[in-house]
């Protein structure tokens, strides 16, 4: 156990839907990443957060968008959802920003979309 | 650009067998790390490993050891006398130190399968 918490595990919508992923960071990690994984684009970092702040974003959609609230947990909220939006998202959590340590990753979400 | 590159897409083994899973990077930083990561049927992603560019000593942890060459960039995995529990795909990963967050860059990653 990791001590990230994802939810749901499971998801499953239609196209043009939204949805909302939650994670809660281990207790003391102030950063927290949302990585996409699909077959063929493998896994994806899409947006990280630290403490309240977005630090840094990679290869995410402009109908995605995340944040973090106060008491550090983050949602990432997919929009206009399409086929292709179908696969596991993970989140991931630090103790720091620009750290040396690793990544603690959650079970993930699986989302499908039909 | 940061980039990893996991060459096998697949490996197969019959148990007992030594297995290596390679892993190339590139990157343009001078300090940066370097990690691998399990993803066991069940999804969940499990840290293995972490080692930084200054330090390229090998590492065993019981049936599983590292090697770290800078000279070719490479950071690869070997499990020794596999066992059927390590079935997995296997990513290797890498963060480069300076105005990067703290996020990782993946491999496609290798999926090894152990045969009984």
């Known amino acids: 156990d990791s001590g990230v918490t994802q939810t749901p595990k499971h998801l499953i919508t239609a196209t043009g839907q939204r949805v909302t992923l939650r994670c809660s960071p281990r207790?003391?990690?102030?950063?927290v990443y949302w990585y996409q994984q699909s077959l063929d684009q493998g896994l994806q970092f899409l947006i990280q957060y630290y403490n309240g702040e977005e630090r840094a974003k990679g290869n995410i959609l402009e109908r995605f968008s995340a944040q973090q609230f106060p008491d550090l947990h983050s949602e990432l909220n997919l929009s206009s959802l399409e086929l292709g939006d179908s696969a596991l998202y993970f989140c991931a959590s630090s103790v720091g920003n620009e750290n040396t340590g690793e990544l603690f990753f959650g079970e993930g979400s699986r989302l499908t979309v039909l | 650009a940061q980039k990893v590159t996991q060459a096998q897409t697949e490996i197969s083994v019959v148990e007992k067998e030594d297995v290596t899973l390679d892993c190339v990077y590139e990157t343009r930083d001078t300090t940066y790390y370097l990690f691998w990561y399990k993803q066991p049927p069940s999804g969940e992603l499990v840290f293995l490993i972490r080692r930084n560019s200054f330090d390229e000593q090998n590492e065993i942890s019981g049936r599983y050891s590292w090697n770290f060459q800078k000279s070719t960039s490479s950071f690869n995995f070997t499990i020794t006398a596999s066992q059927v529990v390590d079935s997995a795909v296997y990513f290797c990963?890498?963060?480069?130190?300076?105005?990067?967050?703290?996020?990782?860059?993946f491999g496609q990653g290798t999926e090894l399968s152990v045969k009984p």
């Open positions: 990963a890498l963060r480069g130190f300076y105005n990067q967050g703290g996020k990782l860059i």
């Open positions: 207790s003391g990690d102030l950063s």
